[in-house]
């Protein structure tokens, strides 16, 4: 069964300081990083949501074989990209969509596989993490309509999620579920000298 990915990189980051896609962080940037991941846990296509600093991305992210979207109403919240995320793949062969948001870097692609293998075009599941809910977040196709009537402001799926609880997938063991929200939150870096870096038009 075919499950996409679906990216959400359109957020402007301004607890953190900076576009968050555009984090460099272990010698990538984080929208390179997620992409790669969703790739690697088998999701087909994979589409990534810019906003913010769209023009940034495209001229400094290495993205290959990613579909990129722009959302021009990113401003409005993550809602809006979830939009159009599942605007975008509906004229895909897709029966379901992986979900992840830019800034969870400990999220590694076993956990990807684990929530795509439970593929179906009415699932419904999300990572937990020591019985917290986190992401990524698994959506069948037959759900993408009432979805996206439930996505609105910066809340994304938990409107829809609060109403029809998912399956609850434990992935602490294969993956961390930690947003970055500041530069404190980030994972230790790999190497001392490294620093997290912007680019001059954010």
């Not at 037959?142 to 992935?171: I, N, T």
Request: proline share 9%.
């Amino acid at each position: 069964m075919t499950v996409a990915g679906l990216l959400l990189a359109a957020g402007a980051g301004r607890r953190f300081g900076m576009p968050k896609a555009l984090v460099r962080h272990r010698g990538r940037l984080f929208v390179e990083h997620a992409a790669q991941v969703l790739h690697e846990g088998g999701c087909v296509p994979v589409v990534v949501v810019l906003g913010a600093s769209a023009d940034a991305v495209r001229a400094s992210a290495s993205l290959p074989g990613s579909a990129l979207v722009d959302n021009p109403e990113w401003t409005t919240g993550m809602g809006s990209s979830l939009r159009a995320g599942l605007s975008t793949l509906a004229s895909s062969v897709a029966q379901a969509v992986v979900v992840l948001p830019v800034d969870t870097p400990g999220v590694t692609a076993l956990a990807i596989r684990r929530l795509a293998d439970l593929a179906a075009p009415d699932a419904l599941a999300r990572a937990t993490y020591f019985g917290r809910p986190g992401h990524p977040v698994l959506i069948g196709r037959d759900r993408w309509p009432d979805v996206v009537k439930a996505a609105v402001g910066d809340a994304g799926a938990r409107p829809y999620l609060s109403s029809h609880p998912p399956l609850e997938v434990p992935c602490e063991d294969v993956a961390s579920g930690d947003d970055v929200d500041r530069p404190s939150d980030l994972p230790e870096l790999s190497d001392p000298g490294e620093k997290v870096t912007g680019y001059p038009d954010e």
